[in-house]
């Protein structure tokens, strides 16, 4: 019992020696803090739920920079250290879009529109093939429109109604057409005989002429031609068969299309303003100006070069019907209409129907004639070339030749003839179309600077309104 008041003596004395140590390491603490308050660094921090070391601290924040001590350490929340000297070096890693060149960004830029266009003209084609037969039916009354409308504004100039007047030209359009066609197949008709004769007097000619020509062309190879001839028309009889099924079937959508192009023409002569009209309300609002304007420029572009086109194809028609009549080439009239026909596919149709005439001359009249033929076909399209086309469509609808080409191309790709007839116009209305925008978008933004450039400072027209009120 006597041990126990000694070992808490002793436990006293230690833990009075501890405090006092602990009273020196305080003070010395303190001191070095006034010596350096910047890099002081606390022993013994406090615990954050200590109330009693929460209080300077709350104070210190209340605190503004201007009324703490220079002496304070007063350190933002935000405020990011700067690293240590020994710490090696760390380059900044550069924005994506900056480290990507700047004609590569060009590049992708343009390419996902392109991309975008691609898809987009894809589509189109792809419906306009779906509805083809409509879509060439409305494109044939445009172009039939633009050639009669200017004598239904004639008849409409010398009193007429303008019901009675598209009436009157509509029916006489038509009428006029349709004795064309049947002039054609009355005479191809009334001459198929005689043809079928000259005919097989031409192919015996050719065999002769074959036989002595320097080509050393033998009889056994010109039967074994024919012999191949006769057995492959054998073979695909069920082929030829089905063509003239299909031509049948092509026969009845012709017909529904010339149905379609005939009402559609009928309304776009009479109501040709109101349906633009109903256009123009389509288009948004801000671009309606310019392509109110485009409109009108796009209608004589197209009307100039049909007109012109039937002008230059009846010219060709008739030189060249008059020529082969001349030199006796059976079916004159007949190949006449059709070389007016295909003048209107420009650059194929003339080829196509010269040959034509020329194999007809060929096989009825013999070689001779056949090139006299072809000389006058080949004098007619030099002069079409270099002087009627050029004085006749003038420079409202020229398009290059190559553009010309790559169009009816094209257009044959995705709609077959009609398609060639109506690429070169589609392509010359464009031409005019984008021509007049870009010229109007120019003249709009000249129009504007000028206004700006015009315009009072805004501190005088605070000083007029002012004087005003």
Not at 38 to 47: E, G, W, Y
Not at 77 to 84: F, I, K, L, Q, Y
Not at 155 to 184: D, E, N, Q, Y
Not at 234 to 245: D, K, S, V
Request: aromatic share 6%; hydrophobic share 55%.
């Amino acid at each position: 019992m006597a041990k126990v008041p000694n070992l808490l003596g002793r436990l006293g004395a230690g833990l009075t020696r501890m405090g006092e140590r602990l009273d020196e390491r305080r003070a010395a603490a303190e001191a070095d803090a006034e010596l350096d308050p910047v890099n002081v660094v606390p022993a013994h921090p406090a615990p954050v739920h200590s109330t009693a070391t929460r209080a300077p601290a709350t104070a210190r924040e209340d605190e503004s920079p201007e009324e703490s001590e220079p002496g304070d350490d007063h350190v933002p929340a935000d405020h990011v250290p700067p690293p240590p000297a020994y710490a090696p070096a760390v380059s900044a890693r550069p924005d994506p879009v900056d480290a990507v060149p700047w004609s590569m960004r060009v590049a992708a830029a343009v390419g996902w529109r392109l991309l975008v266009l691609a898809g987009a003209i894809y589509v189109l084609t792809q419906i306009i093939s779906a509805v083809s037969l409509v879509v060439l039916a409305f494109v044939a009354a445009l172009l039939i429109t633009a050639l009669l409308q200017p004598t239904v504004a004639r008849l409409k100039r010398m009193g007429l109604p303008r019901g009675l007047a598209t009436a009157v030209t509509a029916i006489s359009g038509f009428v006029i057409m349709g004795l064309v066609g049947w002039f054609v197949v009355w005479q191809v008709m009334d001459n198929l005989d005689d043809l079928s004769g000259k005919v097989r007097a031409g192919i015996e000619e050719l065999k002769r002429w074959a036989l002595n020509s320097p080509f050393h062309v033998t009889e056994d190879q010109i039967n074994q031609i024919a012999k191949n001839l006769s057995d492959t028309i054998g073979a695909n009889t069920n082929e030829i068969t089905t063509a003239g099924l299909q031509g049948v079937t092509v026969l009845v959508e012709v017909l529904t299309g010339i149905l379609l192009a005939m009402f559609s023409t009928l309304f776009l002569l009479y109501d040709g303003p109101k349906i633009w009209q109903w256009v123009l309300n389509l288009v948004p609002e801000a671009a309606r100006p310019g392509v109110a304007g485009a409109g009108p420029k796009a209608w004589r572009t197209l009307t100039a070069y049909v007109r012109g086109t039937v002008i230059v194809a009846l010219i060709d028609a008739i030189c060249i019907g008059i020529g082969i009549y001349f030199l006796g080439v059976p079916m004159a009239v007949p190949l006449a209409v059709f070389i007016f026909l295909f003048a209107f596919i420009p650059l194929v149709g003339a080829v196509v129907s010269g040959a034509l005439a020329v194999v007809v001359a060929l096989v009825t009249d013999g070689v001779f004639n056949a090139l006299m033929v072809l000389l006058v076909v080949l004098a007619v399209q030099q002069i079409e070339g270099h002087v009627l086309q050029p004085f006749i469509l003038g420079r409202a609808v020229r398009v290059h030749p190559l553009a010309v080409v790559l169009s009816v191309a094209a257009g044959g790709l995705v709609g077959g003839i009609g398609g060639a007839v109506v690429a070169v116009p589609l392509v010359a209305v464009t031409n005019t179309v984008v021509g007049y925008l870009r010229k109007y978008s120019r003249e709009n933004a000249l129009r504007s600077a000028r206004a700006v450039e015009h315009a009072p400072p805004p501190a005088a027209a605070a000083a007029t309104s002012g004087d005003r009120e």
